[in-house]
């Protein structure tokens, strides 16, 4: 299912429900039973905010060309301290 617009002349516009793929043109108002035509606008991604937009972008792309690295990104690291039992260790 998906809601279609549709914009009646005397009434304004309304929204309709239908099966993808199956809207007419022209759907009969609610409210006054008169032809209505179907509009078109863009979906509502200018609601969604800029982060979940840019997350949702880069999601997309790494399907297509993911991100390659070449080697380990440089950080903070992790202290290395020697395992507690290694002085225990039998020497040779
Ligand atoms: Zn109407």
Partial sequence: ????????GRCGPFDVRLAIGTAPADHG??????PARRVYSPP????TPHTVASLHERDERSREAPAVVSEVPPGKGVPRRPHPALPR???S
């Fill in 29 to 34: 108002c609610p409210v006054c039973t008169g």
């Fill in 44 to 47: 509502g991604l200018t609601l």
């Fill in 89 to 91: 260790l039998p020497r």
């Fill in 1 to 8: 299912m998906a809601t279609y617009e549709y914009l009646c």
